[in-house]
Structure formats: structure tokens, C-alpha cells
């Protein structure tokens, strides 16, 4: 099982980035998926992810309404669009699979991380 993320990047506020995540050694349909971030000194926390409770998508408080979480099954791939980014959105962005507990951290898959800074 491998999570490769990309599309990270430096944007100003009010900026949009699309970040991507191919997976491989897996179908996205086995496991639930998510979208984590941590920024400098913080810890981990829960940005988007897949319910198994209610076979809903969880979205934080602080990105409902501008992020959008998204897969493309064809590519095996699972997206994270960021719209009207802020400096606070700032952290490394991790994709996550088979996590049982959204939005808590319990995945048994990482990948990477990707690098996302919004200046001011």
C-alpha cells in the first residue's frame, strides 16, 4: 500500500490549490479516506475524511464550505480542493487510508505529506 500526495505549493490568500493522492497496492473502494494536516507546532488534525458510521464525508469547522474532499476512481486517486485559502490553512497536508475513527488520526496508511503555505 502506497499514498504519494502532491500538488502542494505557496499561494497568496484567497488562493486555490487542488491537491492529489495516488494510491497504489489498493482499490480506494477498501478503505476509508482522509485528509489530515499539521501545522508548524500543532498537532495532527482531521481535515476531510470518509464515515463509515453514516457513509458520510466529515469536514472541520474550519474548512467546511471551502474545501472540498473528492476520488476518481479510474485513477485511484483521491483529491483535496483548498478554495479561499488562509495563512491559518499553512501546514504540511497528508493523505491517509483505512482509518476507522474519522476524524481521528487512526489511519494504517500515511502518505508523504505536502508542503502548503498561504502568505498573507
Known amino acids: 500500500v502506497q499514498l504519494v500526495e502532491s500538488g502542494g505549493g505557496l499561494v497568496h490568500a484567497g488562493g486555490s490549490l487542488r491537491l492529489s493522492c495516488a494510491a497504489s497496492?489498493?482499490?480506494?473502494?477498501?478503505?476509508?479516506l482522509g485528509w489530515f494536516r499539521q501545522a508548524p507546532g500543532k498537532e495532527r488534525e482531521g481535515v476531510s475524511c470518509?464515515?463509515?458510521?453514516?457513509?458520510?464525508?466529515y469536514y472541520a469547522n474550519f474548512v467546511r464550505g471551502r474545501f472540498t474532499m473528492y476520488s476518481d476512481k479510474a485513477k485511484n486517486t483521491v483529491y483535496l480542493e483548498l478554495n479561499r485559502l488562509k495563512p491559518e490553512d499553512t501546514a504540511i497536508y497528508y493523505c491517509?487510508?483505512?482509518?476507522?475513527?474519522?476524524?481521528?488520526?487512526?489511519?494504517?496508511?500515511w502518505g508523504q505529506g505536502t508542503q502548503v503555505t498561504v502568505s498573507s
Open positions: 497496492g489498493f482499490a480506494l473502494d477498501d478503505y476509508p
Open positions: 491517509a487510508a483505512g482509518g476507522y475513527s474519522c476524524p481521528g488520526d487512526d489511519s494504517a496508511y
Open positions: 470518509e464515515r463509515i458510521i453514516d457513509d458520510s464525508t
